[in-house]
């Protein structure tokens, strides 16, 4: 038998790790976003839009 009794819950809730778990996932996936765009953005910064050919900067 547990020394205080059978009236204390054995998993407690805390608050604070939940939002800082929450605010880590969001934040996670903003910065994954944002890192796809950058990268997509990239890529299209040396390719012709028209002809799909590398341009100048490609080169350089």
């Known amino acids: 038998y547990p020394r205080g009794g ?11 790790q939940s939002a800082f778990f929450f605010i ?9 976003l944002l890192l796809i765009t950058y990268w997509n953005h990239r ?4 390719h012709d839009g028209l002809t799909q ?8």
Do not use: C, G
């Open 6 to 16: 059978w009236d204390k819950p054995s998993i407690t809730y805390y608050p604070e």
């Open 43 to 46: 890529e299209d910064a040396y």
């Open 24 to 32: 880590w996932v969001v934040s996670s996936v903003l910065l994954y």
């Open 53 to 60: 050919t590398l341009n100048k900067k490609r080169f350089e």
